[in-house]
């Protein structure tokens, strides 16, 4: 069973950083892509950052670029999101997604989901 869990979330001032984590399990890293989307209050769920393991590929929305990192660290089965310079419009939940097929970065290319981890960014 693929289980995606994320840690690392909370209140962070603004400039601020903070360094998310998703640890998989039920499946290795090693050739897969894995994305990081985040859900604003009132907004529609969005993908920010994803990456391909196999070769360390990235795609980043105009959002984020610049200011966060994807990562993986397939001996730990783990992605991480650096997040830097963090914006009070950061404010949001954030999903691990295991996707379906590379490159891709959106709703559509989810296969599974973590639960979330809430960020909040204060002014």
């Known amino acids: 069973e693929v289980q995606l869990v994320e840690s690392g979330g909370g209140l962070v001032q603004a400039g601020g950083s903070l360094r998310l984590s998703c640890a998989a399990s039920g499946f290795t890293l090693d050739s897969y892509s894995i994305g990081w989307f985040r859900q604003a209050p009132g907004k529609e769920r969005e993908g920010i950052s994803c990456?391909?393991?196999?070769?360390?590929?990235?795609l980043q929305s105009d959002s984020v670029k610049g200011r966060f990192t994807i990562s993986t660290d397939n001996g730990k089965n783990t992605v991480y999101l650096q997040m830097n310079s963090l914006k009070p419009e950061d404010t949001a939940v954030y999903y691990c997604?295991?996707?379906?097929?590379?490159?891709?970065?959106?709703?559509?290319?989810?296969?599974?989901w973590g639960q979330g981890t809430q960020v909040t960014v204060s002014s």
């Open positions: 997604a295991a996707l379906d097929r590379w490159p891709a970065c959106s709703l559509g290319d989810v296969g599974s």
């Open positions: 990456i391909y393991s196999g070769d360390g590929r990235t």
